[in-house]
C-alpha cells in the first residue's frame, strides 16, 4: 500500500482501539453485584472549590464482594463525599462513621439486572457505530487519494483490509458485550 492509505490505516486502527477502550470503561461502570471501585469513577466531589475526581481525593478499596470503603485522605472531606456520592445517583446509600465511609452494594433484582444488560447492550451498539463510522471515514479517505491519482486495485485492497479490521474490532465489541452480560446475570 501507499505511504498515504498506510497512515489513513493507522489511523482508523487507532480510532477503532479507541471505540474499545471507552467500551470497556463504560461497561466496568456497569456494577454486575459485586463491588466494584469503579462504580464510583463518575462521582466528582467539590474540593476546595473545585470538581475533582473521588479516587484523587481518597483511597477506594473493595474488603469484600459486597461492600466499597472510601478512606479520605483529609477528615473534612467525609461530608462532601457523602454528598456526592447520594448526588450521582448511583442506588448507594453510604454510611459515614467518622472516619471512613462504607458503601454496602445490594444485590441486583432480575429486573435491575435486565435493565443492565440493555445498557451494556447499547453502549456496545453505540461502539459498533463508531467503528463503523471510522471504516466509512477511512473508506473515503480512500477514495480521496484515489481521485488524486493512486491506482484502483490499491484502493480496492485497503477496502478489503479496512473491512477485515472492522470485523475484527466488532467481534472484540461482541465478545466484551457477551462477557458483561454473563457477568451481570450471574448471581
Do not use: C
Request: net charge negative.
Amino acid at each position: 500500500m501507499s505511504e498515504e492509505l498506510d497512515f489513513v490505516y493507522e489511523e482508523a486502527e487507532e480510532k477503532m482501539g479507541n471505540a474499545i477502550g471507552h467500551l470497556e470503561r463504560e461497561l466496568g461502570k456497569l456494577r454486575a453485584g459485586k463491588a466494584n471501585p469503579q462504580m464510583l469513577d463518575s462521582v466528582n466531589v467539590e474540593y476546595y472549590g473545585t470538581l475533582t475526581r473521588l479516587s484523587q481525593v481518597s483511597n477506594i478499596n473493595t474488603p469484600d464482594p459486597r461492600s466499597i470503603v472510601i478512606q479520605p485522605w483529609e477528615k473534612n472531606m467525609l461530608a462532601p463525599i457523602e454528598k456526592a456520592i447520594m448526588a450521582a445517583n448511583l442506588g448507594f446509600n453510604p454510611q459515614n462513621d467518622g472516619t471512613l465511609i462504607r458503601i454496602i452494594v445490594p444485590p441486583l433484582t432480575e429486573e435491575r439486572r435486565r435493565d443492565l444488560v440493555k445498557k451494556a447492550k447499547a453502549e456496545a451498539e453505540n461502539t459498533k457505530v463508531s467503528i463503523r463510522n471510522v471504516r466509512r471515514e477511512g473508506i473515503d479517505g480512500a477514495k480521496k487519494l484515489e481521485k488524486e491519482g493512486l491506482p484502483e486495485d490499491l484502493v480496492k485492497k485497503f477496502e478489503s483490509d479496512i473491512q477485515e479490521l472492522t470485523n475484527k474490532y466488532i467481534g472484540q465489541v461482541d465478545k466484551l458485550l457477551e462477557i458483561k452480560e454473563a457477568d451481570i446475570m450471574t448471581i
